[in-house]
């Protein structure tokens, strides 16, 4: 039996490795309208409600998610949920009090107190966009299903599985939005995308116009995601990671039973094509 009440957080930062973080920050700073800093060790991009730091090392892999949460009783349970993991060290310009910790793919996960998630920048002439959700590919799924949904407390909104019932993804809540985390059963555990979520319609052709704008092509959709119900179009970063615009994600209520769709094309892109991770 996996959780079934969210631990009421909401993601707030991506950090990636890259063999070239100078170009993933200009094409981050560019395409997603975000403000570009160096820091020690690589480049941070900010933008109001997304912010996405790049650091030197391998291409195609998660340096960290952050997740903010959304109260301090939240906080206090979480606290107390990841007491028994082990400890990882938090990134050096984290507060004192933030934590993190490892999935069963070594990929870090920090958690920072309530007053710690603001974010700084500005980009006028563009739509909103949060920072929303990220994917991961990996070779062992279910024992990544357990490890966010029994040890850190998300919520499973939907699971796929082929015809044989393998779960072959799956769709994880930390708050009411559907998912801030996707995992997909794939060859190679890796990065997958992030996704920056637009309030309406109007807003998902604006940012298309700017991605035009720049000579960035759409390489995914328009399309309509099966679980989530979300809209979307994806983009590919320098490294080749996938970087989604979405909206209209389904907003969960609490308690909802978790949802079941078979592994074809049609459940990833309702509207026609999908890129299949295995």
């Not at 004192?96 to 974010?119: K, Q």
């Not at 920048?121 to 062992?140: K, N, V």
Request: proline letters at 6%; a negative charge.
């Amino acid at each position: 039996m996996h959780n079934t009440t969210e631990l009421q957080a909401a993601l707030h930062t991506i950090s990636l490795y890259s063999p070239d973080p100078l170009a993933m920050a200009r094409f981050y700073s560019a395409a997603y309208g975000m403000s570009l800093e160096a820091v020690e060790g690589g480049y941070v991009c900010r933008g109001p409600g997304r912010q996405v730091q790049i650091t030197t090392g391998p291409a195609n892999q998660l340096g960290y998610a952050q997740f903010a949460l959304h109260t301090p009783a939240a906080w206090q349970h979480l606290r107390q949920r990841v007491q028994a993991l082990d400890a990882q060290a938090v990134p050096a310009h984290y507060p004192a009090g933030a934590v993190a910790v490892c999935d069963p793919d070594g990929n870090r996960i920090v958690f920072t107190a309530p007053e710690d998630s603001s974010l700084a920048g500005s980009h006028a002439e563009l739509p909103a966009a949060t920072l929303q959700h990220f994917a991961l590919r990996t070779q062992q799924l279910p024992q990544m299903l357990a490890f966010y949904t029994d040890q850190l407390g998300f919520v499973l909104s939907d699971a796929v599985r082929d015809a044989e019932g393998q779960l072959r993804a799956c769709f994880l809540r930390s708050d009411h939005l559907h998912h801030a985390l996707a995992l997909f059963l794939a060859p190679v555990s890796c990065f997958d995308h992030q996704s920056f979520e637009a309030p309406d319609w109007a807003s998902m052709k604006a940012w298309g116009d700017h991605m035009a704008s720049l000579r960035e092509p759409i390489v995914w959709g328009i399309g309509r995601h099966g679980p989530g119900n979300d809209v979307f179009f994806m983009v590919r970063d320098p490294d080749g990671n996938l970087a989604e615009i979405s909206a209209e994600i389904e907003h969960c209520e609490p308690g909802r039973p978790a949802g079941e769709w078979a592994h074809e094309e049609r459940t990833l892109n309702l509207w026609g094509k999908a890129i299949l991770r295995s």
